[in-house]
């Protein structure tokens, strides 16, 4: 073989390799699809890799048999408040750690850089009685406020990045021309950020949407409860209907994914960058 | 601030009303139950007697080393930490390698790559358990297919391997991560160290000990304790596929803190463990704040 055959020979062997790799990685979502839109011939012995027979069956059965609307609007609803109250926290907040360098903003950097380091589960024992005091206790908007603390710090941290790139002359310029100092920022740098608003949104969206941790523990009632609790109380029973189970999971799983799309790009500059350069 | 706002002298009161939101959030949900957290572990409170736990001193520690499901529990955390973090970064490193070159459809298979790590975690966790079944779970006829095991396994009722599967899931979910952080590493490595190694007449493996892990050496270190500190933080993932079960084989010391308060109904005694995990991380965060503050003076 020539040199250059033999490297192209080497670049499609990679390629080939990659390719094969991205298949097996891929293939427990594929499964989900394919167990989710067959009826009960997914319970044979071997396994069909391929569908054998599509049918929707499953998808009908679980929205009539189950609470699978209650959970779908509960989970929205946790997810929209989560993703507005990260919003307009994170747009302030974010803000002062971007334009102020002052003592207190210096000490709320590593209040929330260290926040992100303590363990879920010795906060929710004491969170629970907490919220039992406070009447947040087996709210949906109780567990969206839990669900925003948490993905806070980080919200902040990759909205005071979008900050930092604006230039502060533009919003003196808009000061000068009359503006206040809060106007010449909700009227000139925000619109200009608005690519992290909608990072800030879609994360927010995302943590309450998924979050399983807090929904157990803060929600009590079946009426309640959220997609994540819903779906793993099936587990307990004596045979479990596989296929109505992996469509309520590409139901559950849909939403999560059309929104990480979005922010994917963002989310991974943003933790490249933090890794990186720490 | 090159010009000062006009109450220059005085404090500026308008990063502190930004900020306030914030800090009500951070203190209510998690700054004031760890402080909590650490005080009812020097009560005997009970969940029915929240409110008239006694003040017993240092008792639930006293009691802490010497439950074995304490030590159980430890080892456990060790080992889930040890395997998970490995084979995480092992697929991380193998994957970022293999994506670090140019080739046709790399945007596409990239995001490919990354998908597992945009599933919720419940989805992730229902999935798996599907695939393990043992009368009709697909892993079981492929590992059987392939001559792993000889016949199909009850991977989540086995104590010997409830660990492995969940292992092999936390890799599957969390590789991305770790894929991410070193692609943006080894995109740091400049490209003349290569080519010096090159002319030295150095191999691709030669080149991969002698120029790409010196060079990937700062992420290292901040990625390995990062995915350390997440698996001793880890809890959905964990309880929604064993609850630490069977035989407490899964039960690691985030998973015993959150049973003996809701399983058994021991808060004070719950606290001391999550307390003792609390002190475990923050050994961990500091060598982990040092790492980084490390790798940036070096930048």
Redesign the interface.
């Known amino acids: 073989m020539t040199p250059q055959v033999s490297a192209i020979a080497i ?1 499609v062997f ?2 080939v ?3 094969a ?2 298949a097996v ?2 293939f ?2 594929y ?2 699809f394919v ?1 989710s839109v067959e009826s009960a011939s ?6 069909n ?1 391929w569908p054998k027979e599509f049918s929707l069956d499953a998808y009908f059965t679980i929205f009539e048999q189950r609470d699978l609307a209650t959970w779908l609007r509960n989970t929205f609803v946790v997810a929209g408040c989560t993703a507005l ?1 990260c919003a ?3 747009i ?2 974010a ?3 971007s ?4 003592r ?2 210096g000490l ?1 950097t590593s ?2 850089l ?2 992100q ?14 919220f039992q005091q406070t009447g947040l206790y087996d709210s949906l908007v109780g567990l969206a ?2 669900d ?3 993905i ?2 980080l919200s ?1 941290w990759l909205l005071k990045g979008f900050f930092d790139q604006i230039p ?1 002359e533009i919003e ?1 310029q808009a ?1 000068i021309d009359g503006c206040s ?2 106007g010449a920022f909700y009227r000139v740098t925000l619109p200009l950020a608005l690519p992290g608003l909608v990072v800030v949104i879609a994360m927010g969206f995302i943590s309450g ?5 807090l929904a ?2 803060l929600i009590a009632a079946q009426d309640n409860w959220v ?2 609790v819903g ?2 109380s099936f ?1 307990g029973e004596y045979t479990v209907a ?1 296929n109505e ?2 469509a309520a ?1 590409v139901i ?2 849909m939403p ?2 059309a929104f ?1 799309m979005i922010v ?1 790009r963002y989310l ?1 500059a943003g ?3 933090g ?4 | ?3 000062k ?1 006009q109450t220059a002298r005085r404090i ?1 009161w ?3 009303l ?2 306030l ?3 009500v ?2 203190v ?7 402080v ?2 650490i005080s ?1 572990s020097f009560f005997n409170t009970r969940i029915l007697n ?1 409110s008239q736990g006694k003040f017993i001193g240092i008792a639930n520690y006293n009691f802490l080393l010497q439950d074995e499901n304490f030590w159980n529990s430890l080892r456990v955390t060790a080992i889930y930490g040890a395997l998970s973090m490995s084979l995480t970064y092992l697929l991380g490193l193998g ?1 970022a390698l ?2 670090n ?1 140019n ?3 790399r945007g596409f ?1 990239r ?6 790590w ?14 393990l ?1 043992p ?4 892993l079981n ?1 492929l590992m059987v297919k392939a001559g792993f095991i000889d016949r199909p396994l009850a991977w989540l009722t086995q104590s010997s391997l409830a660990m492995p599967a969940l292992v092999m899931l936390t890799a ?1 979910q969390q590789f991305p ?1 770790a894929m ?2 070193l ?3 080894l995109q ?1 490595i400049p490209r003349e160290q290569y080519e010096a190694a090159m002319v030295d007449g150095a191999g691709p493996i030669s080149r991969f000990f002698h120029v790409t892990l010196p060079g990937l050496r700062p ?1 290292n270190v ?2 390995i304790l ?1 995915l350390i ?1 997440n698996s ?2 880890r ?2 993932m964990i ?2 596929m064993t609850r630490g079960g069977p035989a407490r084989s899964t039960e690691t ?3 015993l ?2 049973n003996t ?2 399983e058994y109904q021991k ?1 004070g005694y ?2 001391a463990v ?2 003792a ?2 002190i475990i ?2 050994i961990f ?1 500091l060598i ?1 704040f040092r790492a ?2 490390r ?2 003076s070096a ?1």
Do not use: H
């Open positions: 670049r990679w390629f390799l990659t390719c790799l991205a990685v891929f427990p979502y499964w989900m167990s997914i319970f044979q012995w071997p396994p890799l109250f307009i926290i994170s302030n907040a803000y002062a750690l334009r102020f360098k002052t207190t903003t709320f209040i929330i260290f926040s380091l303590l363990p879920a589960a010795l906060i929710v024992v004491p969170l629970f009685v907490i406020i839990a925003t603390a948490f806070l710090p902040i502060v003196q000061m100092r809060l949407w998924d979050e399983f941790f157990r523990t997609l994540s779906l793993t587990r596989w189970m992996m999971a559950f799983a999560a994914l990480f994917q991974v933790l490249a960058a890794a990186v350069k720490g | 601030m090159s010009t706002p500026d308008l990063p502190i930004l900020l939101p914030v800090g959030v951070l209510l949900i998690l700054i004031w139950p760890i909590q957290g009812l929240y994957f293999l994506l070159r080739f046709i459809l298979l995001t490919i790559f990354i998908l597992p945009a599933i919720p975690e419940v989805v992730a966790v229902l999935i798996f358990m599907w695939m079944d009368q009709f779970g697909v006829y599957w991560l991410l952080i692609l943006a590493g740091t992420v901040i990625l990062l500190l001793f933080r809890v959905t309880y929604a010391l985030s998973i803190t959150y308060a809701f808060i719950a606290a999550g307390t995990l609390l991380l923050l965060s982990y980084i503050i790798s940036r930048a």
